[in-house]
Protein backbone atom coordinates (compact mmCIF):
# COMPACT_ATOMS: atom_id res chain seq x y z
CA UNK A 1 0.00 0.00 0.00
CA UNK A 2 0.99 3.57 -0.39
CA UNK A 3 1.79 5.70 2.29
CA UNK A 4 -0.95 7.83 1.45
CA UNK A 5 -3.33 5.08 2.05
CA UNK A 6 -3.04 4.62 5.39
CA UNK A 7 -4.16 7.34 7.80
CA UNK A 8 -1.88 8.78 10.86
CA UNK A 9 1.21 8.79 8.26
CA UNK A 10 2.71 12.38 8.43
CA UNK A 11 3.83 13.16 4.74
CA UNK A 12 7.47 14.21 6.47
CA UNK A 13 7.82 10.19 7.23
CA UNK A 14 7.03 9.65 3.45
CA UNK A 15 9.45 11.91 2.25
CA UNK A 16 11.99 10.62 4.73
CA UNK A 17 11.28 6.79 3.56
CA UNK A 18 12.05 7.93 -0.13
CA UNK A 19 14.95 9.83 0.44
CA UNK A 20 16.52 6.91 2.49
CA UNK A 21 15.35 4.60 -0.24
CA UNK A 22 16.86 7.55 -2.80
CA UNK A 23 20.37 7.66 -1.20
CA UNK A 24 21.53 4.17 -2.50
CA UNK A 25 22.20 1.40 -0.41
CA UNK A 26 22.56 1.49 3.41
CA UNK A 27 24.68 -1.81 3.36
CA UNK A 28 27.12 -0.31 0.94
CA UNK A 29 30.94 -1.53 2.18
CA UNK A 30 32.45 2.03 1.46
CA UNK A 31 29.72 4.03 3.17
CA UNK A 32 29.67 1.57 6.57
CA UNK A 33 33.15 1.45 6.37
CA UNK A 34 33.14 5.14 6.59
CA UNK A 35 30.38 5.36 9.32
CA UNK A 36 32.19 2.74 11.45
CA UNK A 37 35.24 4.66 11.24
CA UNK A 38 33.77 7.95 12.70
CA UNK A 39 31.94 6.07 14.93
CA UNK A 40 35.65 4.32 16.55
CA UNK A 41 37.37 7.84 16.48
CA UNK A 42 34.50 9.11 17.99
CA UNK A 43 34.03 6.90 20.92
CA UNK A 44 37.47 4.96 21.57
CA UNK A 45 36.11 1.93 21.92
CA UNK A 46 33.43 -0.69 20.89
CA UNK A 47 29.58 0.06 21.36
CA UNK A 48 28.89 -2.92 23.68
CA UNK A 49 31.00 -5.36 26.10
CA UNK A 50 31.16 -8.39 23.29
CA UNK A 51 32.72 -6.05 20.36
CA UNK A 52 29.28 -6.47 18.64
CA UNK A 53 28.22 -2.95 17.06
CA UNK A 54 25.07 -1.18 18.13
CA UNK A 55 21.66 -0.98 16.35
CA UNK A 56 19.46 1.47 18.29
CA UNK A 57 16.38 2.61 18.58
CA UNK A 58 14.03 3.79 21.78
CA UNK A 59 10.43 3.26 22.07
CA UNK A 60 7.88 4.33 24.53
CA UNK A 61 6.35 0.66 25.85
CA UNK A 62 3.50 2.29 28.42
CA UNK A 63 2.02 0.02 30.88
CA UNK A 64 1.30 -3.12 28.27
CA UNK A 65 4.44 -3.28 26.06
CA UNK A 66 3.40 -0.83 23.27
CA UNK A 67 1.88 -0.42 20.01
CA UNK A 68 2.17 -2.47 17.35
CA UNK A 69 4.38 -0.07 15.43
CA UNK A 70 6.82 -0.08 18.38
CA UNK A 71 7.28 -3.90 18.06
CA UNK A 72 7.74 -3.43 14.20
CA UNK A 73 10.37 -0.57 15.69
CA UNK A 74 12.33 -3.25 17.04
CA UNK A 75 12.32 -5.90 14.94
CA UNK A 76 13.25 -3.43 12.63
CA UNK A 77 16.29 -3.05 14.50
CA UNK A 78 16.80 -6.83 15.11
CA UNK A 79 16.63 -7.31 11.00
CA UNK A 80 19.43 -4.43 10.59
CA UNK A 81 21.44 -6.24 13.49
CA UNK A 82 20.81 -9.53 11.97
CA UNK A 83 21.66 -8.13 7.82
CA UNK A 84 25.00 -6.30 9.33
CA UNK A 85 26.55 -9.20 10.99
CA UNK A 86 25.44 -11.49 7.80
CA UNK A 87 28.06 -8.75 5.92
CA UNK A 88 30.83 -9.62 8.18
CA UNK A 89 30.12 -6.47 10.95
CA UNK A 90 28.69 -8.42 13.76
CA UNK A 91 26.14 -6.53 15.10
CA UNK A 92 23.16 -6.22 17.64
CA UNK A 93 20.02 -4.47 17.93
CA UNK A 94 19.18 -2.47 21.48
CA UNK A 95 16.26 -1.22 21.96
CA UNK A 96 16.25 1.98 24.73
CA UNK A 97 12.84 1.98 26.94
CA UNK A 98 11.75 5.76 27.07
CA UNK A 99 10.09 6.61 30.56
CA UNK A 100 5.65 6.14 29.91
CA UNK A 101 4.52 9.64 29.64
CA UNK A 102 0.68 8.93 30.30
CA UNK A 103 -1.13 10.53 27.73
CA UNK A 104 1.53 11.90 25.76
CA UNK A 105 0.05 13.33 22.58
CA UNK A 106 -3.40 12.36 23.46
CA UNK A 107 -2.92 9.36 22.00
CA UNK A 108 -5.56 6.10 23.41
CA UNK A 109 -4.87 3.13 25.01
CA UNK A 110 -3.72 0.52 22.17
CA UNK A 111 -6.57 -2.50 22.10
CA UNK A 112 -6.41 -5.52 21.53
CA UNK A 113 -9.02 -8.58 19.37
CA UNK A 114 -10.92 -10.99 20.84
CA UNK A 115 -10.89 -14.66 19.99
CA UNK A 116 -15.05 -13.56 18.43
CA UNK A 117 -13.18 -10.59 16.42
CA UNK A 118 -14.42 -7.39 18.85
CA UNK A 119 -12.10 -4.42 20.13
CA UNK A 120 -11.08 -4.78 23.88
CA UNK A 121 -8.72 -2.84 25.99
CA UNK A 122 -5.87 -4.85 27.18
CA UNK A 123 -6.10 -7.08 30.07
CA UNK A 124 -3.21 -6.98 31.98
CA UNK A 125 -3.91 -10.26 33.37
CA UNK A 126 -2.99 -11.70 30.22
CA UNK A 127 0.19 -10.14 29.94
CA UNK A 128 0.86 -11.67 33.33
CA UNK A 129 -0.21 -14.68 31.66
CA UNK A 130 2.04 -14.38 29.03
CA UNK A 131 4.80 -13.34 31.06
CA UNK A 132 4.54 -16.82 33.32
CA UNK A 133 4.68 -18.99 30.47
CA UNK A 134 7.91 -17.35 28.86
CA UNK A 135 9.42 -18.08 32.52
CA UNK A 136 8.78 -15.72 34.92
CA UNK A 137 9.55 -12.28 35.79
CA UNK A 138 12.78 -11.74 37.56
CA UNK A 139 12.44 -9.44 40.53
CA UNK A 140 12.63 -5.80 39.75
CA UNK A 141 12.45 -5.99 35.46
CA UNK A 142 9.46 -4.12 34.32
CA UNK A 143 7.17 -6.01 32.23
CA UNK A 144 7.02 -4.80 29.05
CA UNK A 145 10.81 -4.50 29.12
CA UNK A 146 10.66 -8.39 30.10
CA UNK A 147 8.38 -9.09 27.20
CA UNK A 148 10.33 -7.53 25.04
CA UNK A 149 14.06 -9.28 25.77
CA UNK A 150 12.09 -12.72 26.13
CA UNK A 151 9.99 -12.24 22.55
CA UNK A 152 12.74 -10.59 20.67
CA UNK A 153 15.60 -13.25 22.08
CA UNK A 154 18.27 -12.62 24.25
CA UNK A 155 20.14 -13.50 21.47
CA UNK A 156 18.97 -10.91 18.76
CA UNK A 157 18.27 -7.61 21.08
CA UNK A 158 19.38 -6.08 24.45
CA UNK A 159 16.64 -4.06 26.22
CA UNK A 160 17.89 -1.31 28.36
CA UNK A 161 16.85 2.14 30.08
CA UNK A 162 16.83 4.64 27.32
CA UNK A 163 19.49 6.48 29.12
CA UNK A 164 21.72 3.34 28.73
CA UNK A 165 20.80 2.80 25.35
CA UNK A 166 21.43 6.74 24.86
CA UNK A 167 25.07 6.04 26.22
CA UNK A 168 26.03 3.54 23.38
CA UNK A 169 28.03 4.75 20.29
CA UNK A 170 25.13 3.50 17.38
CA UNK A 171 26.40 2.79 13.78
CA UNK A 172 22.20 2.82 13.22
CA UNK A 173 19.82 4.26 14.89
CA UNK A 174 15.75 2.82 14.13
CA UNK A 175 13.02 5.42 14.24
CA UNK A 176 9.31 5.68 13.96
CA UNK A 177 7.11 8.68 13.09
CA UNK A 178 7.45 10.28 16.73
CA UNK A 179 11.43 10.42 16.84
CA UNK A 180 11.69 11.61 13.32
CA UNK A 181 8.88 14.70 14.33
CA UNK A 182 11.39 15.12 17.47
CA UNK A 183 14.45 15.37 15.52
CA UNK A 184 13.48 17.86 12.90
CA UNK A 185 11.70 20.06 15.47
CA UNK A 186 15.34 20.41 17.15
CA UNK A 187 17.50 20.26 14.19
CA UNK A 188 18.71 17.17 15.01
CA UNK A 189 18.28 15.36 12.06
CA UNK A 190 20.29 13.29 9.68
CA UNK A 191 24.51 14.77 10.14
CA UNK A 192 27.55 12.74 11.48
CA UNK A 193 25.56 10.61 14.14
CA UNK A 194 24.06 7.05 13.59
CA UNK A 195 22.35 6.45 10.37
CA UNK A 196 18.72 7.18 10.73
CA UNK A 197 17.14 3.89 9.55
CA UNK A 198 13.41 4.24 9.23
CA UNK A 199 10.95 1.81 11.08
CA UNK A 200 9.02 -0.85 8.92
CA UNK A 201 5.67 0.07 8.55
CA UNK A 202 2.60 -2.64 8.13
CA UNK A 203 -0.29 -4.24 8.52
CA UNK A 204 -0.09 -7.76 9.36
CA UNK A 205 -2.93 -10.13 7.70
CA UNK A 206 -4.51 -13.13 9.18
CA UNK A 207 -5.78 -16.32 7.14
CA UNK A 208 -9.41 -15.48 8.23
CA UNK A 209 -8.86 -11.86 7.26
CA UNK A 210 -7.12 -12.71 3.71
CA UNK A 211 -10.08 -15.12 2.92
CA UNK A 212 -13.13 -12.66 3.97
CA UNK A 213 -11.05 -9.93 1.81
CA UNK A 214 -10.91 -12.31 -1.25
CA UNK A 215 -14.63 -13.51 -0.27
CA UNK A 216 -15.83 -10.19 -0.70
CA UNK A 217 -13.36 -8.61 -3.07
CA UNK A 218 -11.90 -5.89 -0.54
CA UNK A 219 -8.39 -4.33 0.00
CA UNK A 220 -6.78 -3.92 3.24
CA UNK A 221 -7.30 -0.22 2.07
CA UNK A 222 -11.08 -0.85 1.30
CA UNK A 223 -11.93 -1.11 5.70
CA UNK A 224 -10.11 2.29 6.29
CA UNK A 225 -13.09 3.60 5.28
CA UNK A 226 -14.90 2.56 8.67
CA UNK A 227 -16.80 -0.56 9.18
CA UNK A 228 -19.67 0.43 8.60
CA UNK A 229 -19.61 1.90 5.75
CA UNK A 230 -17.65 -1.36 4.38
CA UNK A 231 -20.39 -3.38 5.71
CA UNK A 232 -22.88 -1.30 3.74
CA UNK A 233 -20.88 -1.67 0.63
CA UNK A 234 -20.54 -5.02 0.73
CA UNK A 235 -24.75 -5.84 1.27
CA UNK A 236 -25.08 -3.55 -1.56
CA UNK A 237 -23.28 -5.80 -3.78
CA UNK A 238 -24.62 -8.67 -2.36
CA UNK A 239 -28.42 -7.46 -2.65
CA UNK A 240 -29.78 -9.39 -5.34
CA UNK A 241 -33.67 -9.15 -7.67
CA UNK A 242 -34.46 -12.71 -7.28
CA UNK A 243 -37.14 -12.06 -3.91
CA UNK A 244 -38.72 -8.91 -5.93
CA UNK A 245 -38.88 -11.15 -9.10
CA UNK A 246 -40.78 -13.79 -7.14
CA UNK A 247 -43.05 -11.51 -5.52
CA UNK A 248 -43.46 -10.42 -9.25
CA UNK A 249 -44.20 -13.64 -10.28
CA UNK A 250 -47.05 -14.31 -7.40
CA UNK A 251 -48.96 -11.27 -8.62
CA UNK A 252 -49.12 -12.50 -12.51
CA UNK A 253 -50.04 -15.89 -11.23
CA UNK A 254 -53.15 -14.33 -9.33
CA UNK A 255 -53.95 -12.34 -12.57
CA UNK A 256 -53.60 -15.48 -14.98
CA UNK A 257 -55.61 -17.95 -12.78
CA UNK A 258 -57.81 -15.31 -11.00
CA UNK A 259 -59.52 -14.24 -14.39
CA UNK A 260 -63.45 -15.21 -15.25
CA UNK A 261 -64.23 -16.77 -18.19
CA UNK A 262 -64.15 -20.53 -17.56
CA UNK A 263 -66.73 -22.63 -16.67
CA UNK A 264 -68.18 -24.23 -13.47
CA UNK A 265 -66.52 -27.20 -14.07
CA UNK A 266 -62.98 -26.03 -14.35
CA UNK A 267 -63.03 -23.18 -11.71
CA UNK A 268 -62.39 -25.93 -8.66
CA UNK A 269 -59.15 -27.28 -10.78
CA UNK A 270 -58.33 -23.61 -11.89
CA UNK A 271 -58.13 -22.40 -7.90
CA UNK A 272 -56.85 -25.71 -6.82
CA UNK A 273 -53.70 -24.93 -9.15
CA UNK A 274 -53.35 -21.40 -8.50
CA UNK A 275 -52.82 -22.36 -4.80
CA UNK A 276 -50.38 -25.18 -5.53
CA UNK A 277 -48.31 -22.36 -7.77
CA UNK A 278 -48.69 -19.70 -5.31
CA UNK A 279 -48.01 -22.13 -2.59
CA UNK A 280 -44.45 -23.23 -4.05
CA UNK A 281 -43.46 -19.21 -4.89
CA UNK A 282 -43.69 -18.36 -1.37
CA UNK A 283 -42.03 -21.83 -0.36
CA UNK A 284 -38.94 -20.45 -2.63
CA UNK A 285 -39.34 -16.79 -1.90
CA UNK A 286 -39.23 -17.89 1.98
CA UNK A 287 -36.19 -19.83 1.18
CA UNK A 288 -34.69 -17.32 -0.85
CA UNK A 289 -35.26 -14.32 2.14
CA UNK A 290 -33.66 -17.34 4.88
CA UNK A 291 -30.92 -17.82 2.65
CA UNK A 292 -29.78 -14.02 2.05
CA UNK A 293 -30.54 -13.27 5.88
CA UNK A 294 -27.70 -15.98 6.66
CA UNK A 295 -25.13 -14.81 3.83
CA UNK A 296 -25.86 -11.13 4.96
CA UNK A 297 -25.30 -11.81 9.04
CA UNK A 298 -22.02 -14.01 8.16
CA UNK A 299 -20.78 -11.31 6.07
CA UNK A 300 -21.32 -8.22 8.84
CA UNK A 301 -20.16 -10.93 10.92
CA UNK A 302 -16.96 -11.68 8.63
CA UNK A 303 -16.51 -7.62 7.26
CA UNK A 304 -16.28 -6.45 10.85
CA UNK A 305 -13.98 -9.05 12.12
CA UNK A 306 -11.67 -8.41 9.31
CA UNK A 307 -12.07 -4.43 10.02
CA UNK A 308 -11.46 -4.99 13.48
CA UNK A 309 -7.96 -6.73 13.01
CA UNK A 310 -6.61 -4.85 9.65
CA UNK A 311 -8.33 -1.51 10.24
CA UNK A 312 -9.74 -1.07 14.10
CA UNK A 313 -12.00 2.05 13.78
CA UNK A 314 -10.36 2.99 10.90
CA UNK A 315 -6.97 3.59 11.65
CA UNK A 316 -4.08 1.74 10.93
CA UNK A 317 -3.61 -1.11 12.54
CA UNK A 318 -0.28 -0.06 13.73
CA UNK A 319 -1.23 2.47 15.68
CA UNK A 320 -4.39 0.93 17.31
CA UNK A 321 -3.50 -2.38 18.52
CA UNK A 322 -1.19 -3.41 21.43
CA UNK A 323 2.01 -4.90 19.88
CA UNK A 324 1.53 -8.20 22.46
CA UNK A 325 -1.36 -9.31 20.07
CA UNK A 326 1.26 -10.25 17.74
CA UNK A 327 2.21 -13.10 20.14
CA UNK A 328 -0.86 -13.96 21.65
CA UNK A 329 -2.47 -14.34 18.06
CA UNK A 330 0.22 -16.15 15.97
CA UNK A 331 2.36 -17.30 19.08
CA UNK A 332 5.36 -16.15 19.74
CA UNK A 333 7.02 -17.98 17.10
CA UNK A 334 5.19 -15.53 15.19
CA UNK A 335 7.44 -12.87 16.32
CA UNK A 336 10.42 -14.95 14.18
CA UNK A 337 7.96 -15.42 11.45
CA UNK A 338 7.22 -11.63 11.08
CA UNK A 339 10.80 -10.64 11.57
CA UNK A 340 11.95 -12.76 8.49
CA UNK A 341 8.91 -11.37 6.19
CA UNK A 342 9.92 -7.72 6.95
CA UNK A 343 11.45 -5.48 3.94
CA UNK A 344 13.66 -3.07 5.66
CA UNK A 345 14.08 -1.55 2.43
CA UNK A 346 10.55 -1.16 1.52
CA UNK A 347 9.59 2.44 0.09
CA UNK A 348 5.93 1.61 0.99
CA UNK A 349 3.59 0.28 3.69
CA UNK A 350 3.83 -3.36 3.35
CA UNK A 351 1.26 -5.95 3.79
CA UNK A 352 2.60 -8.89 5.37
CA UNK A 353 0.66 -12.61 5.38
CA UNK A 354 1.14 -14.49 8.64
CA UNK A 355 -0.72 -17.53 8.31
Known amino acids: MRFEEVPGIPPAWTDFVRRFRASGDPFDPRRLGERMERLHRSAGRSPLPDGALAVVTHIRP ?5 RVSEWLQCLTAVRVAL ?17 DARGAGGRSAPLLVD ?4 LRAIDPAALEMLADALGGIPAGTPLPGFLLGRLLGEDNAVVLPSAAAAELPAVV ?6 DLAERA ?20 VDGRSRRTLDRYALTPADLLAGEEAVVEAVLERMRTPVPGRLEELCGEVERALGEAGVDDGLQKVRDSVRKRVLHQLDKVHRQCLLALSVQEAAARRRVRRACHT ?28 LRERLDILSPEHQLIEMD
Request: hydrophobic share 40%; no cysteine.
Open 62 to 66: GLFGG
Open 83 to 99: ELSARGWRSKAVIGLLP
Open 115 to 118: ARGG
Open 173 to 178: EVVGFE
Open 185 to 204: GSGRLGGTGPLLWPRVSATL
Open 310 to 337: LAPGARSQEEALGGVWIPLRFSPAGLDR
